[in-house]
T-cell receptor, first 114, second 116 residues
């Protein structure tokens, strides 16, 4: 158990819908990263938050957004869902955003868009 | 641009034998970190081992060791005394310390199957 929690574990929805994925980092970790894992794209970085502020953006679509709250939990919002958004979404947390910090991953949310 | 290459899509190893999973990387930053993660069929990503670019010795964590050859830009994972529970996908990842983004760059992974 990494100490990172993600809810829900599974999500099935329809095209055009909007969903929210939730992540609680390990106790004391200030940095949260979101990654998407799909069969064709592999593991891709979406966005990073550090202590409530957006720190870096990767290949995140405009239909996707995220935020980190004062209690440091984070939410990833996916809207106008398409079939291709079906993937495993991970959040990872780290103590800081320093280079050598290990990122610990949550169990993931498996999203299926029908 | 940063890149991680894992050339072995799948590998088999006999239980109790050692196995090496290959990883090569490309970066122009002199300061970076290399990570290995394990992903069992259940889907979670489990951190295994870390090697910093300035570390003098190869990292070890229990049955896992990292064969770090900086000049060749390789960071192979060695698993000793393989167990059935080692069957999983293994991902090599890198992070540049000097980059503005703190995210990991992952390879495509190697699927390891341990035979009894």
């Amino acid at each position: 158990d990494s100490g990172v929690t993600q809810t829900p574990k599974h999500l099935i929805t329809a095209t055009g819908q909007r969903v929210t994925l939730r992540c609680s980092p390990r106790s004391g970790d200030l940095s949260v990263y979101w990654y998407q894992q799909s069969l064709d794209q592999g593991l891709q970085f979406l966005i990073q938050y550090y202590n409530g502020e957006e720190r870096a953006k990767g290949n995140i679509l405009e239909r996707f957004s995220a935020q980190q709250f004062p209690d440091l939990h984070s939410e990833l919002n996916l809207s106008s869902l398409e079939l291709g958004d079906s993937a495993l979404y991970f959040c990872a947390s780290a103590r800081t955003s320093g280079g050598g910090e290990t990122q610990y991953f949550g169990p993931g949310t498996r999203l299926l868009v029908l | 641009a940063q890149k991680i290459t894992q050339t072995q899509p799948g590998m088999f190893v006999q239980e109790k034998e050692a196995v090496t999973l290959d990883c090569t990387y490309d970066t122009s930053d002199p300061s970076y970190g290399l990570f290995w993660y394990k992903q069992p069929s259940s889907g979670e990503m489990i951190f295994l081992i870390y090697q910093g670019s300035y570390d003098q010795q190869n990292a070890t964590e229990g049955r896992y060791s990292l064969n770090f050859q900086k000049a060749r830009k390789s960071a192979n994972l060695v698993i000793s005394a393989s167990q059935l529970g080692d069957s999983a996908m293994y991902f090599c990842a890198m992070r540049d310390y000097g980059g503005s983004q703190g995210n990991l760059i992952f390879g495509k992974g190697t699927k390891l199957s341990v035979k009894p």
